[in-house]
């Protein structure tokens, strides 16, 4: 008999499934058929007891083909074929489903979704039940961490961004349970089977799964008996074989990768008898879902300002906003409009502006952590939202800096502070391009240890040293209420000049540790790795045809010396030889040369992931010094306009490649001139046309809108595309 008040069918509904009903793995087979090709499926084991969030967590996120729960299975329709084997031998134990084959729904565009109306039957231990669903509400928006994404086959699905469906449950109880057409369907508990460790049907559904716990719970990770663990029992209660734990090791198995999603105190529970489902129950009552995922809307990692001044009110937004239907992408964009209406407050020149961009710039930020909590509350991840979140960041930083060097202009005495904007959007470029080198450099190393890291683990277990290490860094947070604060009460200038000493120390703190963990550091870097950080040196032509001639064996040093001696050339001989001279012009070729040689072999050593970082210094740099040392008018904004073109083009590549997809096309690369072709040509337009009035903004502004133009097609053409990859920081790493 069903068990009397289930509310696992009002919970999926709850959750955007379309519920179905089956009496087993044919049954279920059978349902997929009538689902479209497009949309996910779910299976539910109808005697599940949980929390809401639990399933919400195992069921609609869209970022994994397959994810699961105890209880509880999701698959993507790439996965629906490994789904439809897998169900096949569960229907007919003693036959294999050809590698490849639909099996018996016919192919993944026949399959149909199942999900549970499940008015639980008080099953036996041989745990049949089984839901599948539409895991989201069809057309949801949906916006994905970089810290973790699909990988490999099934990456990049579109289905990463449009989930939808139906489910079915199966009730191996044989009562009646009603389908979402309201239907009676009959159950037939002797079709149920449970698969053992060699796939082969076990009796009665009492032989666990492969990596099952011998009581029959699966011990997929994150699935243990221990209370509050992720995917545990209910406190007290053992548990019984769920049918559809055994499917998702399958799944496993035949190589799709299962998402088991980390429920902490949350209850996911297949209890066997009446009197471990009163126990599951009051575990579930003693646990408020709701205060667990507004707490999880929060990222782990984050800065002070962030932590205790922006995230105990904006969680509470975020979800004002999910019960309002507004998505993250919409707040993203909110976002970026108030920042812009800041830069142009800012621009005014006046006190009243300079308050008013203060605070405008603060709610900013404000609106910058509710779309990434209102992501996680909601579970909305998306390609689009990724990108957004991405260049909205740097974009509204870069335009408020405009906007203060407009201010400045336009305020009394006209202060000229264009060099100081650009020298922050210079220095705050490089820190990030330092961050995202290192990390791409070794996040994946083996042998990963050093001296320097284990101390600084020591450090991080000591509560003030966390935060005081955080705040050293200036993460966004704290740069933005710095920029805030300053701009409401003295002057642009004295705003940029904090702004620059602040990042100048951040940066030396964080490039002196990362340097002392590589030089103590025993590592093999990944070929992976080695790939990512040739793609973040914007390598042209130039340094293409320089590094075939000079081909070479890995060195342990020389490739970040050969960087650190072409950076030093063109910075110090643009400097000397100013505004046009030709002497820049030179030193570029020269500094185009020792690119080549920087890269002539693969980037392994310890200190190989300064290369990027050196080769965008000394891009930036020679164009700032050469607008600066000009006195063109308009050529430092000029200027401006022509590094934000290109740092795009630099997180566009960071982003892509942490995305797994690589960097941009190389036609694209090759086609702007790589980081040493533009350094020649803007050398050389300053020695061409230095004395021309407006050449030399012209001929800069010019570059600018080509660049802009090129970068932003290949850019916007990618990121909308259904192969692009969703990834959002979620690391709270400073940005």
Same mark, same amino acid.
């Given at each position: ?161 449009? @989930? /939808? #469906?139906? %489910?079915? =449950? ?10 979402? $057409? *309201?239907? +009676? !369907? &009959? ?9 053992? @460790? /060699? #796939?082969? %049907?076990? =009796? ?10 011998? $009581? *029959?719970? +699966? !011990? &997929? ?15 007290? =209660? ?14 496993? !198995? ?482």
């Amino acid at each position: 008999m069903p068990v009397a008040g289930s509310s696992l069918g009002d919970d999926l509904r709850s959750l955007g499934f379309d519920v179905r009903t089956a009496a087993d793995a044919a049954g279920v087979t059978e349902e997929l058929a009538a689902v479209p090709a497009h949309e996910r499926v779910a299976l539910v084991d109808p005697r599940f007891v949980g929390h809401v969030h639990a399933l919400r967590l195992a069921l609609t996120d869209p970022r994994f083909p397959a994810a699961a729960t105890r209880g509880a299975l999701t698959v993507q329709p790439e996965a629906r074929t490994a789904l439809t084997r897998a169900l096949a031998a569960a229907a007919h134990p003693g036959e294999t489903a050809p590698a490849g084959a639909a099996g018996a729904a016919g192919g993944p565009e026949r399959a149909a979704v199942p999900g549970a109306d499940t008015r639980d039957g008080d099953a036996g231990p041989s745990g049949g039940a089984v839901a599948s669903g539409a895991g989201h509400r069809p057309g949801a928006t949906v916006r994905a961490p970089g810290a973790v994404h699909a990988s490999g086959e099934y990456a990049g699905s579109p289905s990463r961004t449009r @989930p /939808s #469906g139906a %489910a079915t =449950a199966l009730d191996p109880s044989g009562a009646a349970a009603l389908d979402s $057409s *309201g239907t +009676a !369907a &009959a159950l037939d508990p002797s079709r149920a089977t449970a698969l053992g @460790p /060699s #796939g082969t %049907a076990a =009796a009665d559904g009492f032989a666990p799964a492969p990596g099952a716990h011998p $009581s *029959g719970a +699966a !011990a &997929a990770p994150g699935a243990t008996a221990a209370p509050g663990a992720p995917g545990a029992t209910a406190p007290g =209660a053992t548990g019984t074989h769920s049918w559809v734990d055994d499917i998702a090791a399958r799944l496993d !198995a035949e190589g799709v990768p299962v998402h088991r999603p980390e429920l902490g105190v949350l209850v996911a529970a297949v209890p066997a008898d009446a009197r471990e489902r009163a126990t599951a129950a009051d575990a579930v009552a003693a646990v408020d879902d709701e205060r667990v995922r507004l707490r999880a809307a929060v990222k782990s990692r984050d800065g002070f300002f962030t932590t205790f001044c922006i995230s105990p009110y904006s969680r509470y937004i975020a979800r004002w906003c999910a019960r309002r239907g507004l998505t993250p992408n919409q707040v993203t964009t909110a976002s970026l409009l108030t920042a812009l209406i800041a830069a142009a407050c800012a621009a005014t020149g006046t006190r009243p502006g300079f308050v008013s961009a203060g605070v405008l710039l603060i709610a900013s930020f404000v609106l910058d952590c509710t779309d990434g909590q209102l992501a996680r509350y909601s579970l909305q991840y998306s390609t689009l939202g990724a990108w957004l979140d991405a260049t909205f960041d740097r974009a509204k930083e870069y335009a408020y800096y405009a906007g203060l060097a407009l201010g400045a202009a336009r305020a009394g005495g006209g202060d000229d502070v264009w060099a100081l904007a650009l020298g922050a959007m210079v220095l705050q470029t490089c820190r990030h391009v330092v961050d995202f080198a290192f990390n791409e450099a070794n996040h994946d190393a083996t042998g990963n240890t050093s001296p320097t890291a284990a101390l600084s683990g020591r450090l991080d277990s000591v509560g003030w040293t966390v935060w005081a290490r955080r705040m050293i860094v200036l993460p966004i947070g704290e740069r933005w209420a710095m920029i805030a604060v300053l701009t409401a009460f003295t002057t642009p200038r004295i705003t940029f000049y904090a702004l620059l000493v602040g990042c100048a120390l951040a940066a030396c703190y964080t490039t002196a540790g990362r340097v002392l963990r590589s030089l103590t550091r025993r590592a093999e870097r990944s070929d992976r790795a080695v790939r990512a950080l040739a793609e973040l040196t914007d390598s042209g032509p130039l340094a293409e045809a320089v590094a075939k001639a000079a081909a070479r064996g890995a060195g342990s040093f020389l490739a970040p010396l050969s960087a650190v001696l072409g950076a030093a050339a063109v910075l110090a001989g643009t400097a000397a030889g100013g505004f046009g001279s030709w002497l820049p012009v030179g030193c570029a070729v020269l500094y185009a040369v020792l690119a080549g040689v920087a890269v002539a072999a693969p980037l392994k050593g310890p200190l190989d992931w300064l290369v990027p970082p050196l080769f965008r210094a000394a891009e930036y740099g020679t164009i700032l010094i050469l607008a600066a040392r000009s006195e063109v008018n308009g050529a430092l904004p000029a200027a401006f306009g022509l590094v934000a073109a290109v740092a795009y083009h630099h997180y566009d590549t960071v982003y892509r490649i942490r995305g797994g997809t690589g960097a941009p096309p190389h036609r694209l690369v090759r086609a702007i001139g790589g980081h040493e072709g533009r350094t020649v040509v803007v050398t050389a337009a300053a020695a061409l046309l230095h004395d021309q009035n407006q050449g030399f903004t012209i001929a800069l502004t010019a570059l600018a809108a080509a660049l802009a133009l090129a970068v932003l097609i290949e850019s916007i053409r990618f990121w909308v595309s259904s192969g692009a990859p969703a990834v959002h920081d979620e690391t709270g790493e400073p940005a």
